[in-house]
């Protein structure tokens, strides 16, 4: 995979609202309604997620593909990441 298509999916993730935690940050990027009292919040923490994940970049400067080392078969191509979000 390439950074890009990383970066692609994850955002994918996001818009479906696939995120699991127990904080309230999590909830908010989760949720399929929020409160219109917390909408503001929402909408700062999907920004800041969508943020982080343009940030992301390689930790070998110059590495194009990513998960080579996977051993991934003709019938199956899922491939499962954990990401972690965190305030900074």
């Known amino acids: 995979m390439t950074l890009a298509e990383i970066k692609d999916a994850i955002r994918h993730e996001l818009r479906h609202g696939y995120v699991m935690g127990s904080s309230d940050l999590a909830y908010l990027l989760g ?3 929020v ?3 917390k909408e503001k919040a929402a909408d700062k923490a999907i ?3 969508y943020a982080a994940v343009n940030r992301i970049k390689p930790a070998r400067k110059g590495q194009r593909r990513f998960f080579l080392d996977l051993p991934i078969d003709d019938t199956e191509s899922t491939l499962y990441a954990y990401f972690v979000f965190r305030e900074m």
Do not use: I, L
């Open 31 to 33: 949720a399929d309604w």
């Open 35 to 37: 409160p219109p009292e």
């Open 47 to 49: 920004k800041a997620a």
